[in-house]
């Protein structure tokens, strides 16, 4: 029988189960809520167990909303992430597919972010962006359905212009080395690097000349 309930104070609420008298177990405040535990209530051998698995899910799961609140992850990042933090396979899997179900993990959406959040910000090849959603572990079919509107041309050029012009122009072939290398690192193919060295190399020229 329950003969006492006491929440703990500040962040991340506790309920301590007293069992007879004595204390048994605690719970996350909301899952004793849900269960609407209370002074007088008998609990069964499998109840306490129930309860047990039931504060292993909360627990699990406002670890993965922490996890979210920083960018959008694939099920892949979720599921390794809490794995990592101890909680058991199965109590994953039952949180990873309630996220799934409530759609705050989607691969599909998590990699067109990763694409568009690259093109925003740090701008690299088709290939790359592939080998980065990859190791994400995004599927296959996910990825090319994704990386199939990144244009290397497009993105090089926005690469290379903010790098480009932030540096005197000497000779081309100089210039071309570190644009090159630069570009190289982002995943650039040589054909797109020089393609890409030489219009640049026009702009700033005719703007300078």
């Known amino acids: 029988m329950i003969t006492a309930l006491w929440t703990s ?7 301590t189960v007293s069992l007879n008298g004595k204390s048994a ?65 199965n109590i994953v899997e039952a949180v990873l597919k309630r996220l799934i179900e409530q759609g705050l993990v989607d691969d599909i959406a998590f990699a067109e972010f990763w694409r568009d959040n690259r093109q925003s910000f740090s701008p690299r090849s088709q290939r790359l962006t592939k080998l980065e959603l990859r190791q994400k572990g995004v599927s296959s079919d996910i990825i090319e359905q994704v990386i199939s509107t990144i244009s290397d041309d497009h993105n090089a050029y926005q690469a290379a212009a903010s790098y480009a012009y932030r ?7 100089s210039f071309h080395r570190r644009l090159g290398g630069y570009l190289k690192r982002r ?3 040589y054909g797109v690097i020089k393609e890409t060295s030489e219009r640049l190399w026009q702009e700033i020229g005719d703007q300078q000349g």
Do not use: T
């Open 25 to 89: 177990f605690s719970l996350k405040a909301e899952v004793a809520v849900k269960e609407k535990l209370e002074v007088g209530q008998e609990l069964a051998g499998n109840q306490i167990e129930s309860l047990a698995r039931s504060d292993q899910f909360q627990r699990c799961h406002d670890a993965a909303d922490r996890y979210l609140s920083y960018r959008p992850r694939s099920a892949h990042e979720m599921r390794q992430r809490l794995l990592r933090r101890g909680f058991s396979d």
């Open 167 to 173: 540096r005197p122009l000497s000779d081309y072939e």
């Open 9 to 15: 104070r500040g962040r991340g609420k506790r309920v």
């Open 187 to 189: 995943g650039f193919s």
